[in-house]
């Protein structure tokens, strides 16, 4: 149920984008397939540990975080997102089964801390949502891509702005990706995905966390 629920949800996010913004977006999602270059670390490698700030500003790291059990970690673009925000809620959804599974969730946006504040505010979130303005740790996990200058000129026109959200004068994001690292710091399970319209479903985090 939880799968078909963040489908359409997602899809319905596509369908409602006029015409001319869903063949801007198609472009950028051929040209990160095309260039392969943000094509996520691989399973089975070690995942890369770093220390971030949570929406209050206080350090998490990431070691820290396993000792406790497995991690969830997914890389999202940014609350202005409206492909993230229903990710976001939708994984709100099964944090209880997540937990259950001993595990927990961290999320990690490009945004500054004021506004990853926001949105665990806006979406009532209760999980770590973290703040990687520099992109230093989406490039560790082999996400990181710069915005062509024909999207920037997209959001920009729908008064969305990378510099003021994200802090940095280079407009810089991530390949939306979602991993799963067991206690030992090894990557077992690892979605990537160029094409933004579509994230990891729900069921398929708890599958992966089952056989964990």
Request: charged residues 20%; glycine residues 6%; proline residues 6%.
């Amino acid at each position: 149920m939880q799968t078909t629920t963040l489908t359409s949800a997602l899809e319905k996010v596509t369908s409602a984008n006029p015409f001319e913004v869903q063949a801007i977006h198609q472009r950028v999602i051929q040209q990160l397939q095309e260039e392969g270059n943000a094509t996520g670390l691989s399973v089975g490698t070690k995942a890369k540990d770093f220390e971030l700030p949570d929406s209050l500003g206080n350090p998490i790291n990431l070691a820290d975080e396993l000792a406790k059990g497995p991690v969830v970690l997914t890389f999202y673009r940014g609350g202005w997102c409206p492909y993230c925000n229903r990710q976001l809620r939708a994984y709100q959804e099964i944090l209880p089964d997540i937990q259950a599974l001993g595990a927990q969730l961290i999320a990690i946006s490009p945004q500054l801390p004021d506004y990853t504040l926001s949105d665990q505010e806006k979406d009532e979130l209760s999980f770590k949502v973290l703040s990687d303005p520099k992109g230093i740790v989406a490039a560790k996990y082999k996400l990181l891509y710069e915005v062509p200058g024909y999207l920037k000129s997209l959001y920009l026109s729908h008064n969305i702005d990378l510099h003021e959200y994200n802090g940095t004068d280079h407009w810089l994001l991530p390949v939306t990706g979602t991993f799963m690292i067991d206690e030992h710091s090894v990557i077992r399970s690892a979605y990537v995905n160029p094409d933004f319209t579509k994230r990891m479903e729900p069921e398929d985090i708890l599958w992966e966390l089952r056989k964990l």
